[in-house]
């Protein structure tokens, strides 16, 4: 019974930060490789302000979902400018930055030892130490978070959002101020990621930076388009479908137990390439009124290769 | 050999059955043991050879009739969350009385959770010191390296001399804490730490730190680090024209660090557990033993999992699957006869070995005590 | 001065062995413009088929050479036949970002189920020889590592330069449709751009097998280096091969006078910064207001704006 329970507000975290990089990635077209770190980042700030400073833990994750959002708008505000490949391999940067940062800043850290007995929330004096406690304490976040994000994606914020991806030179031609924008759906998806990196803290009670590999943003990366980029909804189907088979895969019988967790990576390596090629919208796809614009003259991605620089001379280096 | 455990495991149920219906007992107890260690990922051979040591111990243990313990694996790769989710996983559905693991991070993660569950959490390879006495629901089966750092310390001080040291040390749980324990001993032996560097978990090339350290010209090196990052720390350490002595720990003996260092491991010292398969017939029998069924010799950590596995196994045939019973039993034996040697441990539940030094001679370990 | 001497060698030999997967990775990127994620796995997945020959034919001169030529023969025909049948199925970018992702994960947990995750080390003695070379002690392996590196960047260099074929491929990277147009043929281009970035990372990963040492988990990291040293460098393979260098001289100076802990964090944080500072560059240069006349040279690039 714990471990499904266990389970189930693992789903539940991973949900939040998968939601959050489909309205990233799926929604407004901007690629992000450091959520891992960005969970890292949110997990670490709630664990040392309840450590530390004894802070409940409810106001340590808000304060992980603040540091989210600081860190994913300073990433966009020095990212502005760049094409497609130059944010993508910036952002796969950024994230092993992030996860040096925290193994190695060892003052405020503890670097490689982690963080242990990390106290779950009390509100008002009631406390929610228990597994079943903090059960329905992680399962009351979540839906109210989930609730936002989906609430999010029906409005014309989120229209906005996939105009950003098919076509921004159009939407600014629209007068939409499209750094802005960015600038937003960064914000909240910071904001909701380092808010579930809290909730992660708060249940494993032991937080340690190899939970948050970049391995771990590309099974996040799996979770969003094997869901369908663009429909949360279908994130977290996503997520709850594909954690089943993974835990599915220990239990074949005659699989050698140290072959499970290669067997599992390899399980989600196979979900990413079949989705991509034969169903390339994911589990849920989009509501076709969003469907991109026929007109094969908007091709956002062309900008991908303009950091091949302005003089496209061989001869030209540095 | 699976037949044979086939065998044993049909005849064991079948006796059990029968026993069933009679009044007496006289069928083999049954006991549940939980193995959690990594077995895929980093060192995930290591995994593997403690696999082999219990499954030997398990099939002793039936073959004596003592017990029939079923023991149930889960893989940590190394991280402490997953470790939790497998302990979890080995309480709420194998029922577990015991769980045996590795990994200094990972007991310490392991060790409040031990307490809220009630169950028995044996280590039987991580040496921090931040593991000593953590509560009474972990035992220390291995021999935790803030007595051996300061042993060594005195060792290279008064003994041969060495007014100056660096470390070079891995940057974990047990890296950092053993290293610090050492530089205390050390300095408060008058000895004089000139560098100390770090390596990340599972970096190969350790030249960048040990420039740094060749640059302070210390008299002794001594190298804290991990398999088989130890080895390679001493290739390349001889490689770049260290000419300092070397010391190391008990993880030196680590047939994959010894060949990593390939020739460069002659002249290293230490100190570590002594595993000597001539000592007495219970340590050459699970010598060969292992030696069979896992293609190379016995690592120390290998057979303190086996002595861990028998110990648990024969204190859950006297007293039964509580885990505070067999806690108690296990801290109260009196040198119990492992294949490390003899056993005791102290009213903590830490275990009491002795260390012996060693010297590489020709590729081998030469052990003297102290 | 003595530390900062090896550290510098030590940091040019580490850039060059970088330097080998990122030539390979260059090709292949700026000739199909796809980004290839599992050329890192691919790489370290083909050394694996070395080991065994040499294990299975002993270490002399006829094992090893069998053994690099399975090695090769394993690396082009896993990425020719990815390029073929999963790259170019997909249309835009990042269908192919993710499923290469997906090709990584599968190619490197495969060989983890098939060969286990422990590092697998073939070790030559001659190869491990130290040799000194003033105040500074290197052995054979390395040595060759480096020469062979810039045997290869001025192979290329003046392969691209100088030959018809070469300047075909050129012309592939710089602008595929003119090329079509004027006759270059730019399928085969690219597949031999694979062939060869395949190639070169076999050798690589046939470097490390002899190193440091084999492990499934490595890819990925080399793979890392290798992609932002050919971004950093942009589209000439000329600057990849000095940033590689230089990456590992950064690297390895770092720990001069600073702890060799932070030399990672260090070097991702400088790239980082670095790709953010040419960016705005960049755009600063773009929004200047420019002169009206302009030399004829340079219409070119103009026009590229």
């Not at chain 1, 020095?78 to 910036?90: L, S, V």
């Not at chain 1, 900008?303 to 030209?316: I, M, Q, V």
């Not at chain 3, 950093?232 to 060799?260: C, E, K, N, T």
């Given at each position: ?318 | ?66 017990i029939d313990l079923q023991v149930f694996y889960e893989d940590h790769q190394q991280q402490a969350q997953l470790a939790l989710v497998g302990f979890e996983k080995l309480v709420d559905r194998n029922d577990v009385s015991v769980v045996i693991a590795n990994a200094s991070p990972v007991i310490l993660a392991l060790a409040p959770v031990a307490e809220e569950r009630k169950r028995l959490v044996y280590n039987f390879a991580g040496v921090s010191p931040k593991l000593r006495s953590l509560n009474r629901w972990v035992i220390n089966g291995a021999a935790l390296s803030d007595r051996d750092g300061s042993e060594l310390a005195q060792y290279m001080v008064k003994k041969l001399g060495l007014k100056t040291a660096a470390v070079l040390h891995v940057d974990d749980q047990f890296g950092t804490s053993v290293a610090e324990y050492f530089q205390n001993a050390y300095k408060a032996a008058g000895g004089k730490i000139v560098d100390v560097e770090s390596n990340p978990v599972g970096a190969l ?166 | ?152 960047a001025v192979a290329i260099d003046v392969f691209l330069n100088r030959t018809r074929l070469g300047q075909g491929l050129g012309a592939t990277m710089d602008d595929p449709e003119m090329a079509e147009l004027v006759g270059v043929r730019t399928s085969r281009m690219r597949m031999g751009a694979y062939a060869a970035g395949a190639a070169l990372g076999a050798i690589s990963g046939i470097v490390m097998l002899v190193d440091t040492g084999l492990k499934p988990a490595i890819g990925f990291t080399l793979l890392l280096y290798a992609l932002i040293i050919t971004i950093m ?73």
């Amino acid at each position: 019974m714990r471990f499904l329970m266990t389970t189930f507000m693992l789903m539940e975290v991973y949900a939040i930060v998968a939601m959050s990089l489909n309205l990233l990635l799926g929604v407004a077209g901007r690629f992000s490789a450091y959520e891992a770190a960005l969970m890292g980042v949110g997990a670490y700030t709630a664990a040392l302000l309840a450590t530390k400073l004894g802070l409940s833990l409810f106001w340590g994750c808000v304060a992980g979902a603040a540091m989210g959002a600081l860190i994913g708008t300073s990433f966009q505000i020095a990212a502005r400018h760049m094409d497609f490949f130059t944010f993508n391999i910036t952002s796969f940067a950024f994230q092993m930055a992030l996860y040096e940062t925290l193994l190695k800043w060892r003052g405020v850290t503890a670097g490689s030892f982690g963080i242990f007995n990390i106290p779950r929330p009390e509100i008002a004096g009631f406390s929610f130490t228990t597994l079943e406690a903090y059960l329905a304490f992680t399962t009351a976040c979540a839906a109210v978070i989930m609730g936002l994000l989906l609430y999010i994606e029906r409005s014309t914020f989120a229209l906005a959002l996939r105009g950003l991806r098919d076509g921004e030179k159009a939407l600014q031609s629209l007068g939409k101020n499209t750094f802005a924008l960015k600038l937003k759906v960064f914000a909240i998806s910071g904001a909701a990621t380092g808010f579930a990196g809290g909730l992660l803290a708060g249940l494993t009670r032991t937080i340690h930076p190899s939970m948050f590999f970049v391995y771990l943003s590309v099974i996040l990366m799996v979770f969003v388009v094997a869901g369908g980029r663009g429909n949360l909804r279908g994130s977290v189907v996503a997520v709850f479908l594909l954690i089943l088979l993974e835990q599915a895969i220990t239990l074949i019988p005659g699989i050698p137990t140290s072959q499970i967790g290669a067997l599992q990576r390899l399980f989600y390596g196979i979900v990413l390439v079949a989705v991509i090629m034969f169903r390339p919208n994911g589990l849920l796809p989009e509501s076709p009124i969003f469907a991109r614009a026929r007109f094969p003259g908007i091709k956002p991605v062309e900008d991908g290769f303009a950091f091949l620089g302005r003089t496209r001379s061989r001869e030209s280096t540095l | 050999m699976n037949r044979r455990l086939w065998m044993t495991a049909l005849l064991t149920s079948f006796s059990m059955l029968v026993a069933g219906t009679a009044v007496g007992q006289q069928g083999l107890k049954t006991g549940k043991v939980g193995v959690i260690v990594q077995l895929s990922g980093v060192s995930g051979d290591f995994g593997v050879g403690v696999q082999h040591a219990v499954e030997i111990a398990k099939q002793e243990l039936a073959d004596n009739k003592i017990i029939d313990l079923q023991v149930f694996y889960e893989d940590h790769q190394q991280q402490a969350q997953l470790a939790l989710v497998g302990f979890e996983k080995l309480v709420d559905r194998n029922d577990v009385s015991v769980v045996i693991a590795n990994a200094s991070p990972v007991i310490l993660a392991l060790a409040p959770v031990a307490e809220e569950r009630k169950r028995l959490v044996y280590n039987f390879a991580g040496v921090s010191p931040k593991l000593r006495s953590l509560n009474r629901w972990v035992i220390n089966g291995a021999a935790l390296s803030d007595r051996d750092g300061s042993e060594l310390a005195q060792y290279m001080v008064k003994k041969l001399g060495l007014k100056t040291a660096a470390v070079l040390h891995v940057d974990d749980q047990f890296g950092t804490s053993v290293a610090e324990y050492f530089q205390n001993a050390y300095k408060a032996a008058g000895g004089k730490i000139v560098d100390v560097e770090s390596n990340p978990v599972g970096a190969l090339d350790l030249r960048t730190q040990l420039l740094k350290i060749k640059a302070a010209n210390p008299e002794a090196l001594v190298i804290l680090n991990n398999i088989p990052e130890e080895g390679y720390s001493v290739a390349q350490a001889r490689e770049i024209g260290i000419t300092a002595k070397i010391f190391s720990n008990t993880f030196m003996m680590d047939p994959q660090n010894v060949k990593a260092a390939g020739a460069a491991i002659n002249g290293v010292r230490g100190m570590s557990l002594q595993f000597d398969p001539e000592r007495s017939p219970i340590a050459k029998e699970f010598a060969t033993k292992f030696a069979k069924k896992a293609g190379r010799p016995p690592a120390i950590t290998d057979v303190l999992a086996y002595d861990g596995a028998r110990l648990i196994g024969e204190a859950m045939q006297k007293v039964g699957n509580d885990p505070r019973a067999v806690r108690d039993y296990i801290v109260k034996v009196k040198d119990w006869p492992g294949a490390i040697g003899k056993i005791n441990f102290d009213a903590e539940g830490n275990i009491l070995l002795d260390m012996s030094q060693y010297e590489f001679v020709n590729g081998k370990p030469v052990f003297t005590n102290p | 001065m003595n530390l900062f001497l090896e550290l510098l060698v030590a940091g040019g030999v580490a850039g060059a062995k970088v330097g080998v997967a990122a030539l390979g990775f260059a090709l292949i990127f700026y000739t199909t413009r796809e980004m290839h994620f599992a050329f890192g796995a691919v790489s370290v997945a083909a050394a694996y088929p070395c080991y065994w020959v040499v294990k299975a034919l002993g270490d002399g001169p006829l094992g090893t050479a069998l053994g690099v030529v399975a090695a090769l023969i394993a690396a082009v025909l896993i990425s020719i036949a990815l390029h073929k049948y999963v790259y170019l199925r997909l249309r835009s970018v990042l269908p192919v970002v993710m499923a290469s992702l997906g090709v990584s994960l599968i190619v490197e947990n495969v060989i983890q189920i098939v060969a286990g995750p422990d590092i697998q080390v073939l070790s030559y003695p001659a190869l491990l020889h130290i040799v000194e070379i003033g105040p500074v002690r290197l052995r054979v392996l390395e040595i060759g590592v480096f020469i062979g590196f810039v045997i290869v960047a001025v192979a290329i260099d003046v392969f691209l330069n100088r030959t018809r074929l070469g300047q075909g491929l050129g012309a592939t990277m710089d602008d595929p449709e003119m090329a079509e147009l004027v006759g270059v043929r730019t399928s085969r281009m690219r597949m031999g751009a694979y062939a060869a970035g395949a190639a070169l990372g076999a050798i690589s990963g046939i470097v490390m097998l002899v190193d440091t040492g084999l492990k499934p988990a490595i890819g990925f990291t080399l793979l890392l280096y290798a992609l932002i040293i050919t971004i950093m460098g942009r589209g000439s393979l000329r600057s990849v091969a000095i940033w590689s260098l230089l990456f590992g001289v950064i690297r390895s100076l770092w720990s001069w006078q600073f702890s060799p802990d932070l030399q990672e964090l260090a070097v991702f944080a400088l790239m980082v910064s670095y790709l953010i500072a040419r960016d705005s560059w960049d755009r600063y240069q773009f929004n200047r207001i420019r002169p009206i006349s302009r030399p004829a040279s340079t219409v070119g690039a103009d026009a590229r704006a």
